[in-house]
């Protein structure tokens, strides 16, 4: 096929840990009706404490040191979470950061940001993100009021004013921290209306997610063919590539293609990269990613909590042992398949059946062939029309 990917090396696990993702608070202000964190498979945050205290912080801070000592990263990644992160205070997202960094080796960068829903944004707030060298993610599906109908407070009232009051914010007086926005794809909503929508709040990045489904629970809208989301993220491909990518950066196209010319890229939505992520709750348990969360009660669950156990034990967690062997997690059908450097096998929590867990191809399969063929078409220089549809057969 035009672009097919050439071969990646992959380092043996364990794989170091370079994304930190902490939960400084455990509850959100708003309700969104499509969560899977708190409208979902699992309701652990209900045991949990509200906010991560001191204590849990300074163990973390310790910890993400430890590893980094041992390991001697170039880098690693600080991502301050929820919930709604904001409700914990930007004084305390600032001395947390700041621990981290006085306690991490000075040879390794810590790159902080927070990801939040923006409602409770302010500009003084914003000022001490951006004097402690925080940047901010915003959480949004769309610039108008339909696109985010979802994203709606305790209330039922809309999030929408608030939020991109505070997106605005950022793109007029912060936009050195304004980090981007993050999308869940809605395939009912117009696809180049939404995107473009989007760039009304000037974003530098847009990352665009997948709902999080299986196929125990498929997500809304989902076709076997992978006309629903496939082509979601085909038009939204065209109208992105047809501006010369200028407008904004579009994160999951972006490592679509470097993957397509066989660049590595690091994205937990395709490729084979070896998974590198971990989570803090609020008490200092360690977990796997939130997205496992989706599938069933405790899928995220490790046993570990920063006070008893070094981030390397985490490693060798068998849930955190097969996600890192990437090349041969994947169902036997992803294995034979030629997109698979690309393609990865799909998001790990994705994969998930009940009664064969994540040993499967993702519920998305169509979908991905579908946009990775479209792209790899459009890569190679043919007109989009050209592009070859994803096979019409049902995936395992």
């Given at each position: 096929?035009?672009?097919?990917?050439?071969?990646?090396?992959?380092?043996?696990?364990?794989?170091?840990?370079?994304?930190?993702?902490?939960?400084?608070?455990?509850?959100?202000?708003?309700?969104?009706?499509?969560?899977?964190?708190?409208?979902?498979?699992?309701?652990?945050?209900?045991?949990r404490p509200a906010v991560a205290?001191?204590?849990?912080?300074?163990?973390?801070?310790?910890?993400?040191?430890?590893?980094?000592?041992?390991?001697?990263?170039?880098?690693?990644?600080?991502?301050?979470?929820?919930?709604?992160?904001?409700?914990?205070?930007?004084?305390?997202?600032?001395?947390?950061?700041?621990?981290?960094?006085?306690?991490?080796?000075?040879?390794?960068?810590?790159?902080?940001?927070?990801?939040?829903?923006?409602?409770?944004?302010?500009?003084?707030?914003?000022?001490?993100?951006?004097?402690?060298?925080?940047?901010?993610?915003?959480?949004?599906?769309?610039?108008?009021?339909?696109?985010?109908?979802?994203?709606?407070?305790?209330?039922?009232?809309?999030?929408?004013?608030?939020?991109?009051?505070?997106?605005?914010?950022?793109?007029?007086?912060?936009?050195?921290?304004?980090?981007?926005?993050?999308?869940?794809?809605?395939?009912?909503?117009?696809?180049?209306?939404?995107?473009?929508?989007?760039?009304?709040?000037?974003?530098?990045?847009?990352?665009?997610?997948?709902?999080?489904?299986?196929?125990?629970?498929?997500?809304?809208?989902?076709?076997?063919?992978?006309?629903?989301?496939?082509?979601?993220?085909?038009?939204?491909?065209?109208?992105?590539?047809?501006?010369?990518?200028?407008?904004?950066?579009?994160?999951?196209?972006?490592?679509?293609?470097?993957?397509?010319?066989?660049?590595?890229?690091?994205?937990?939505?395709?490729?084979?990269?070896?998974?590198?992520?971990?989570?803090?709750?609020?008490?200092?348990?360690?977990?796997?990613?939130?997205?496992?969360?989706?599938?069933?009660?405790?899928?995220?669950?490790?046993?570990?909590?920063?006070?008893?156990?070094?981030?390397?034990?985490?490693?060798?967690?068998?849930?955190?042992?097969?996600?890192?062997?990437?090349?041969?997690?994947?169902?036997?059908?992803?294995?034979?398949?030629?997109?698979?450097?690309?393609?990865?096998?799909?998001?790990?929590?994705?994969?998930?059946?009940?009664?064969?867990?994540?040993?499967?191809?993702?519920?998305?399969?169509?979908?991905?062939?579908?946009?990775?063929?479209?792209?790899?078409?459009?890569?190679?220089?043919?007109?989009?029309?050209?592009a070859p549809a994803a096979g019409?057969?049902?995936?395992?």
């Amino acid at each position: 096929m035009s672009g097919q990917a050439a071969p990646q090396s992959v380092p043996e696990p364990p794989y170091p840990f370079r994304q930190f993702i902490v939960k400084v608070h455990g509850r959100c202000n708003l309700a969104c009706r499509y969560c899977y964190l708190y409208e979902g498979q699992d309701h652990g945050w209900r045991t949990r404490p509200a906010v991560a205290s001191d204590e849990v912080l300074d163990r973390t801070a310790t910890r993400i040191a430890e590893h980094a000592r041992t390991h001697r990263p170039a880098a690693l990644s600080l991502v301050l979470h929820g919930g709604e992160p904001l409700l914990a205070g930007v004084d305390t997202l600032a001395r947390f950061t700041d621990l981290v960094r006085a306690r991490t080796p000075a040879d390794c960068a810590v790159r902080a940001t927070v990801q939040t829903n923006a409602t409770l944004l302010t500009a003084p707030g914003a000022a001490t993100l951006a004097r402690h060298d925080i940047s901010v993610g915003v959480s949004l599906d769309g610039g108008t009021a339909a696109d985010n109908a979802r994203r709606v407070d305790h209330a039922g009232r809309p999030s929408w004013p608030a939020a991109t009051r505070g997106a605005r914010l950022l793109a007029e007086r912060f936009p050195r921290s304004y980090a981007g926005i993050l999308a869940v794809v809605d395939p009912a909503r117009d696809p180049t209306a939404t995107y473009e929508s989007l760039l009304t709040l000037r974003p530098p990045a847009v990352d665009l997610l997948l709902p999080h489904g299986n196929w125990t629970s498929p997500p809304p809208h989902w076709d076997p063919a992978g006309k629903a989301y496939g082509d979601w993220l085909c038009a939204v491909f065209d109208r992105w590539w047809d501006a010369g990518r200028r407008e904004t950066r579009v994160r999951l196209f972006e490592e679509c293609l470097a993957l397509l010319l066989g660049l590595p890229a690091a994205t937990e939505s395709l490729g084979l990269a070896p998974f590198d992520a971990v989570v803090v709750e609020t008490d200092g348990s360690i977990e796997q990613v939130d997205s496992l969360k989706s599938a069933y009660e405790g899928a995220a669950a490790t046993g570990l909590d920063v006070f008893r156990h070094a981030f390397d034990v985490a490693l060798r967690h068998p849930g955190v042992a097969a996600r890192q062997s990437a090349a041969t997690a994947p169902a036997a059908h992803c294995r034979a398949c030629p997109l698979l450097k690309v393609c990865g096998g799909g998001h790990y929590a994705h994969r998930y059946r009940a009664g064969s867990g994540f040993r499967n191809a993702s519920v998305y399969c169509a979908d991905l062939e579908r946009f990775i063929r479209h792209a790899a078409v459009r890569l190679a220089g043919e007109p989009a029309a050209a592009a070859p549809a994803a096979g019409e057969r049902s995936t395992p």
